[in-house]
């Protein structure tokens, strides 16, 4: 059968596959430290334990996992950015703060774009356990993007379009 066998996790991974894997690694270490920051900004109950659930179960998690990929086939992982220091709400200027609204607003669209790209990746795949991969991986964001539209809704930050009520 050549070079693609029984085990897709011995066979080489296209240029393709490289490329987006090593991609999404560097977006993901950047973005955690972003949600740190978030999670710092946030006053929201729901909404911190919602950022901090998402950080630890989805976004390290694939981390972890292509990370595992990268090392597997020898590839040289991209750099990460450093972490930020927790601080206190009340230590960050007014003027300087995210707003709640905000931060689930920017949230939100980082599910949105994750899931665009999962399926990208999902498609230009050839081997399979890197589809299926993708594959969860954009299962697991459109539920954690169904979680946060709840809270939007529950605290009133959903800004919709004008309805067409005729």
């Keep these: 059968m050549g070079i693609l066998g029984d085990k897709p996790q011995d066979e080489p991974l296209h240029?393709?596959?490289v490329f987006n894997l090593w991609s999404?690694?560097?977006a993901t270490k950047a973005y955690l430290v972003t949600l740190q920051v978030l999670i710092n900004h946030t006053g929201d109950h729901d909404l911190k334990v919602f950022l901090e659930d998402l950080m630890e179960n989805c976004i390290q998690q694939e981390e972890q996992q292509t990370e595992a990929i990268l090392k597997t086939n020898g590839i040289r992982l991209?750099?990460?950015p450093?972490?930020?220091?927790?601080v206190q709400l009340e230590?960050?200027?007014a003027g300087a703060r995210f707003n709640d609204p905000e931060i689930a607003g920017l949230v939100q669209k980082e599910?949105?774009?994750g899931k665009i790209m999962n399926s990208y990746v999902m498609g230009i795949a050839a081997r399979e356990d890197i589809?299926?991969?993708y594959g969860e991986f954009h299962v697991q964001k459109a539920e954690y993007e169904e979680k946060l539209l709840k809270i939007t809704k529950d605290k009133g930050w959903l800004v919709l379009p004008p309805l067409n009520l005729k």
């Design 15 to 17: 240029s393709g596959e």
């Design 78 to 80: 991209p750099p990460a």
């Design 24 to 26: 999404h690694l560097y």
């Design 91 to 93: 230590d960050i200027p």
């Design 131 to 133: 589809a299926q991969m």
């Design 82 to 86: 450093p972490s930020r220091p927790d």
């Design 111 to 113: 599910l949105m774009a």
